[in-house]
T-cell receptor, first 111, second 116 residues
């Protein structure tokens, strides 16, 4: 059974204070690891897909990396508008569209 | 990017009534759609996989007679919560797979269901 664990559960940062979110996973045959951002009361917004260990992707202040056991979402010089819940999910085996989600990390960036 | 429209955004209903939620892929055809449920401060839990033209596949523990899924066309899947009870109150989200973009999933905006 695929499992995803995210840490920390909640993270409070000052504006400009860089940090990282962790996503540890176990999956049978990783097809992809996904990062999403979710604002309260809204559906998840796609950020990145990583397919293999060593892969990195960047978007504005966010950078996602992947190893064989975990993924990190690095946030550089965050701004208050980066405050959201960040979700990690994996797709494994033969069902590419079936995602297993972590519980999310609630990020709050104070001005 | 691809757009998935979900309707309604919120619904309040009385216990015992049925509620239908629609999920539409607006600019692409989706042979497969997924329905998730999210309780407050928890992550998304997959309820079922909806396949166009065939029966949905339900996850363990999800009552298929209570959560009816219909995927009658390549752009529309519906979730009907039958005989809703307060414990069915939750945030329901659909997603659709866009095979034009390597099977990337796009999510609807969600439906907040409150059963009184």
């Amino acid at each position: 059974e695929d499992q995803v664990t995210q840490s920390p559960e909640a993270l409070r940062l000052q504006e400009g204070e860089s940090s990282s979110l962790n996503c540890s996973y176990t999956v049978s045959g990783l097809r992809g690891l996904f990062w999403y951002r979710q604002d309260p009361g809204k559906g998840p917004e796609f950020l990145f897909t990583l397919y293999s260990a060593g892969e990195e992707k960047e978007k504005e202040r966010l950078k996602a990396t992947l190893t064989k056991k975990e993924s990190f979402l690095h946030i550089t010089a965050p701004k208050p508008e980066d405050s959201a819940t960040y979700l990690c999910a994996v797709a494994g085996g033969t069902s590419y569209g079936k995602l297993t989600f972590g519980q999310g990390t609630i990020l709050t960036v104070h001005p | 990017g691809a757009v998935v429209s979900q309707h309604p955004s919120w619904v309040i209903c009385k216990s015992g009534t049925s509620v239908k939620i629609e999920c539409r892929s607006l600019d692409f055809q989706a042979t497969t759609m997924f329905w998730y449920r999210q309780f407050p401060k928890q992550s998304l839990m997959l309820m079922a996989t909806s396949n166009e033209g065939s029966k949905a596949t339900y996850e363990q523990g999800v009552e298929k007679d209570k959560f009816l899924i219909n995927h009658a066309s390549l752009t529309l899947s519906t979730l009907t919560v039958t005989s809703a009870h307060p414990e069915d109150s939750s945030f329901y989200i659909c997603s659709a797979r866009d095979n034009r973009v390597d099977g990337k999933l796009f999510f609807g905006s969600g439906t907040q269901l409150s059963v009184l």
